[in-house]
């Protein structure tokens, strides 16, 4: 029997060369005829460098000129969504609520079910809309800051913060404005300390030491 043939199993070729066996005198550093002096010794089960399947770095490719996290023009349309599905559970169990407690003397019969399901997809409507409008407020005031500015940092939460509340209480006039852009700023300013609580407590700790 032929060893040299590649089908056999003594060959270059057969199954021994496959799973990183061979002929006696052959070594993994003629694979391709590519020396690998200086690497990491190859697996004998896949003739694969480990060192190529250790990655230290984020695996994704990101657009020439991009960053690796999100603008707030991207983040807006999650805002958003994200706000209206929100503001639409929270305003049906309002409703769900609401309706009960308005038919709890009438008997359980199909008028007091279409009742109490109106007032589920009234309020929760109404909430969804309410809490959409905000977020969308909200996320065109923190676009148009971040390229006015020419920066993203916490500033730009605590402005479109508070121009969202001052623009939304509008129509009550000069004090429902200032109501709403110091409602506007306590949520936004929170928002941003929550956001940064790590960072103030490290600060905070290193300074005490």
């Not at 060369?17 to 190859?42: E, N």
């Not at 769900?96 to 589920?120: A, C, D, R």
């Not at 500033?155 to 129509?171: D, H, V």
Request: glycine share 16%; proline share 5%.
């Amino acid at each position: 029997m032929d060893t040299n043939h590649p089908g056999s199993a003594g060959g270059r070729g057969g199954l021994g060369s496959i799973f990183g066996g061979g002929p006696p005198g052959y070594s993994h550093s003629d694979l391709a005829g590519v020396p690998l002096t200086g690497m990491s010794p190859l697996s004998p089960y896949l003739n694969v460098d480990p060192m190529y399947l250790v990655q230290d770095t984020d695996e994704f490719i990101l657009p020439t000129g991009a960053n690796k996290t999100r603008g707030r023009f991207e983040l807006a349309f999650f805002t958003i969504g994200g706000c209206c599905i929100s503001g639409a559970a929270f305003g049906a169990l309002n409703g769900l609520k609401l309706g009960f407690k308005e038919t709890q003397n009438m008997p359980w019969s199909k008028p007091k079910n279409v009742q109490i399901l109106n007032m589920v997809t009234r309020q929760g409507a109404l909430w969804a809309n309410t809490l959409g409008s905000l977020a969308l407020l909200y996320s065109a005031f923190g676009v148009i800051v971040e390229k006015t500015r020419g920066a993203e940092d916490d500033l730009n939460t605590i402005a479109a913060g508070t121009m969202t509340g001052m623009l939304y209480k509008s129509t009550g006039g000069l004090r429902g404005v200032a109501r709403g852009g110091l409602a506007g700023l306590a949520l936004a300013s929170t928002f941003a300390l929550y956001n940064n609580w790590e960072h103030i407590k490290g600060s905070s700790s290193q300074v005490s030491l």
